[in-house]
């Protein structure tokens, strides 16, 4: 299995930036990709950005050219640069592994969650 473990989130005024770090442990040769999500109250938890073993990114459009996902595969960390931060970014962010060969029941791994909150 795969241990996710989030850190960065905060209190960040409109326009402002954040970053947000998940560093893996455990079975991460088996992580295909690895994401962000969020879930504001009331809300679905949904994509914001994702990027693959090889590179690959993709982002929610609502987050297109302010955030900027990236990874450091020497430390198995997965990085969320939030730039130009509106109150609709306000939510838990997720940090998100996805390992296809595993069993069905561990093929999705989630971090416990870090709040960002975009507020005068």
């Known amino acids: 299995q795969v241990q996710l473990v989030e850190s960065g989130g905060g209190l960040v005024q409109p326009g402002g930036s954040l970053r947000l770090s998940c560093a893996a442990s455990?079975?991460?040769?088996?992580?295909?990709?690895m994401g962000w999500y969020r879930q504001a109250p009331g809300n679905q938890r949904d994509l914001v950005a994702s990027?693959?073993?090889?590179?690959?990114?993709n982002y929610a459009d609502s987050v297109k050219g302010r955030f900027t996902i990236s990874r450091d595969s020497a430390k198995n960390t997965v990085y969320l640069e939030m730039n130009s931060l509106k109150p609709e970014d306000t939510a838990v962010y997720y940090c998100?592994?996805?390992?296809?060969?595993?069993?069905?029941?561990?093929?999705?791994?989630w971090g416990q969650g870090t709040q960002v909150t975009v507020s005068s």
């Open positions: 998100h592994a996805f390992s296809p060969d595993d069993a069905p029941s561990a093929r999705h791994s």
């Open positions: 455990g079975n991460i040769f088996s992580i295909n990709a």
């Open positions: 990027i693959t073993s090889d590179g690959r990114t």
